[in-house]
């Protein structure tokens, strides 16, 4: 017999899984732009940022529910992780709508619904 997941928790799982992968693409964009590596590799430094991020993300106290990081009353982000991922998403943000399109959308979306609009 199979068990399967209840929905919220499959939701939940979805949503972090579309999150871990887009901030991946975002550090590689800026990683192969700033580092001048290959198109799937990251220098060791972004390595161990992504690695940081997609830990903070498994560990959010919010869940599916989660919004956009820089509007959470709670930033669980070290200042200089928090600072090097900002930098990564002002320079991979706007490329994003070029070369991942529906990803970028989705992630607009969640801004606006946290409260926070951007316009392309």
């Given at each position: 017999?199979?068990?399967?997941?209840?929905?919220?928790?499959?939701?939940?799982?979805?949503?972090?899984e579309?999150?871990?992968?887009?901030?991946?693409?975002?550090?590689?964009?800026?990683?192969?732009a700033h580092h001048?590596?290959?198109?799937?590799?990251?220098?060791?430094?972004?390595?161990e940022?992504?690695?940081?991020?997609?830990?903070?993300?498994?560990?959010?106290?919010?869940?599916?529910?989660?919004g956009?990081?820089?509007k959470?009353?709670?930033?669980?982000?070290?200042?200089?992780k928090?600072?090097q991922?900002?930098?990564?998403?002002?320079?991979?943000?706007?490329k994003?709508?070029?070369?991942?399109?529906?990803?970028?959308?989705?992630?607009?979306?969640r801004?606006?619904?946290s409260?926070?609009?951007?316009?392309?």
């Amino acid at each position: 017999m199979i068990k399967t997941k209840p929905f919220a928790q499959k939701m939940t799982m979805k949503k972090l899984e579309k999150e871990k992968k887009t901030i991946g693409i975002m550090i590689r964009i800026f990683c192969g732009a700033h580092h001048r590596t290959a198109r799937k590799l990251l220098c060791p430094a972004c390595t161990e940022l992504l690695d940081y991020v997609k830990e903070r993300l498994n560990k959010c106290p919010y869940g599916a529910n989660k919004g956009a990081c820089s509007k959470c009353k709670i930033h669980c982000y070290k200042p200089g992780k928090r600072k090097q991922i900002t930098e990564v998403m002002r320079y991979s943000g706007p490329k994003m709508a070029r070369k991942h399109p529906l990803l970028a959308i989705d992630h607009l979306l969640r801004l606006k619904a946290s409260g926070r609009s951007k316009t392309i």
